[in-house]
């Protein structure tokens, strides 16, 4: 054999052998990103979760704040409140039918709970539904219908009517509390 090959042979046979190694290096980096990205991706979520739990909150406080303005004395014991009455909704042209209650949301009545009949896109008895009567955009008895003449309303649990669910401006006995009125816009526009 030539002098000269055997060198060649021995570079190309190094050489194929270095470049099989480095192959598992892009699969480790791809591995890293996306690991990375998932991180980030549960981060997101976690966040739009603390966000939507911050709101739910502010929406409950400033009706509740609004049930004890009807009557209820804001100097109440702490036990009192919270042991406060729930908040329910009800719609249909004489507010007979039952759409959930303004609780927290892992009630499986609550509003808020989105895998709940009342908080599900899908039921027939949410305000999320946009092909319902209670959740359309031209429904006269949906809280998302700015022209809607029997919209929802909500009642305590002891018979306090705290107001209509609206986002039409021009009924006087609408809940226009901003946290509720910026909620319900919302939620209206999902």
């Known amino acids: 054999m030539n002098k000269g090959v055997v ?12 470049s099989g190694c480095s192959r598992p290096e892009p699969a480790a980096a ?4 996306a690991t990375r990205r998932a991180r980030d991706v549960a981060g997101e ?19 509740q704040k609004l049930r004890e303005g009807l009557g209820t004395s804001t100097n109440a014991p ?51 539904n946009k092909f319902a009567p209670y959740g359309s955009n031209h429904e006269d008895t949906s809280a998302c ?9 909500v009642v305590a649990s002891d018979g306090k009517s705290l107001g209509l669910l609206t986002l039409n401006a021009s009924l006087k006995k609408r809940i226009a509390a901003p946290s509720v009125a910026d909620w319900l816009a919302r939620m209206c526009r999902l």
């Open 78 to 128: 702490e036990q009192t409140r919270r042991h406060a009455p729930k908040l329910l909704i009800f719609g249909g042209a004489s507010h007979e039918v039952y759409l959930g209650c303004l609780c927290e949301g892992r009630n499986p009545d609550s509003v808020f709970n989105l895998a709940g009949e009342f908080g599900s896109d899908l039921s027939t008895t949410s305000l999320r």
């Open 30 to 33: 791809a591995s890293n990103r």
């Open 7 to 18: 060198p060649f042979l021995l570079i190309i046979g190094v050489a194929h052998w270095l």
């Open 45 to 63: 979520q976690a966040e739009l979760d603390r966000r939507h739990l911050e709101l739910q909150n502010q929406v409950l406080s400033d009706l």
């Open 145 to 153: 219908y700015a022209n809607a003449k029997h919209p929802p309303s």
